[in-house]
């Protein structure tokens, strides 16, 4: 019997199988050391951006120098701490929604059991920053019901009647705002009620509006918004005095204020090389 065994032609067809994992073991390191080396690069760019960021403009750079050098991770809550809220970016609408999904319930649930113009207005802010507009709309709309008066709702509907473009309903709610109280946001409203003017074709209400407008507040997109209307009705002359006048405020601002006022400083230096002599 063992000598038959001995003699057993070997099966031809017989192939050793191979563990999966030494397979493609060097392909994988490969790929293991690029992507790695590519994140590590990623990370000491944005590092060096956040640094650099810090330094420029941050008042307390010291602290959040010392924290990124002992641990550079934390260049990402520098990031969402500090770098967002000054560029005013806002996160897609997708997000914001997963983030304040409870609190969206928690406020609805107010609504229904108290009803208050309170509630309403606050459920109706939450819902325009996650994007729900119709929703918010109606929010607002319901503390309006109950306070016919009230500027955070007129705001608040005004607001969403803005970004959908509703200009008409924006312009009398916004009206209504001005003359209840017309320090309200500290210009804001004044601005938006300029916007909407120009919007609806009042040109004439919206050079004067304007004009008033920036002898309380001078923000630079309502010196471009009026330097807008003077050339556009051909006073080519004034137009050019206020824009050089929005080219000196911003460039006599801190630099982190005037860093977030750059596009009107652009928009303005474009238009003077345009503007008729």
């Known amino acids: 019997m063992l000598e038959f065994l001995a003699t057993e032609a070997p099966d031809v067809d017989f192939v050793p199988v191979t563990p999966w994992y030494g397979r493609h073991f060097l392909l994988w390191f490969l790929f293991y050391s690029a992507g790695t080396a590519v994140f590590s690069l990623v990370s000491i760019v944005f590092w060096i951006w956040m640094a650099v960021h810090c330094i420029r ?29 000054g560029n005013e970016i806002r996160l897609p609408n997708g997000v914001r929604r997963a983030f304040r999904g409870n609190e969206l319930q928690r406020l609805e649930m107010a609504t229904l059991q108290i009803g208050n113009p309170h509630q309403f207005i606050q459920y109706g802010d939450a819902l325009r920053e996650v994007g729900r507009n119709d929703q918010a709309h109606a929010a607002y709309l319901k503390a309006l019901e109950r306070d016919p008066d009230s500027v955070q709702a ?8 803005l970004e959908c473009r509703r200009f008409l309903e924006a312009k009398e709610r916004l009206r209504q705002v001005l003359a209840i109280d017309p320090q309200y946001k500290f210009g804001d409203v004044s601005l938006a009620f300029g916007r909407a003017l120009i919007e609806t074709q009042d040109y004439d209400g919206a050079l004067d509006h304007m004009q008033k407008h920036i002898q309380r507040w001078r923000q630079p997109e309502a010196l471009y918004l009026l330097a807008c209307l003077e050339a556009q009705m051909g006073r080519y002359d004034a137009s050019r005095v206020t824009l050089q006048q929005l ?25 003077l090389k345009k503007l008729p002599a």
């Open 57 to 85: 403009n941050e008042p307390d750079r010291q602290f959040w120098l010392w924290i990124m050098v002992l641990f550079p991770p934390s260049s990402l809550a520098y990031f969402i701490a500090r770098w967002l809220p």
């Open 247 to 271: 080219l000196m405020d911003v460039n006599s601002c801190p630099t982190p204020i005037a860093r977030r006022y750059g596009v009107w400083k652009s928009k303005a230096q474009k238009m």
């Open 154 to 161: 007129l705001w608040g509907a005004a607001s969403v009647d």
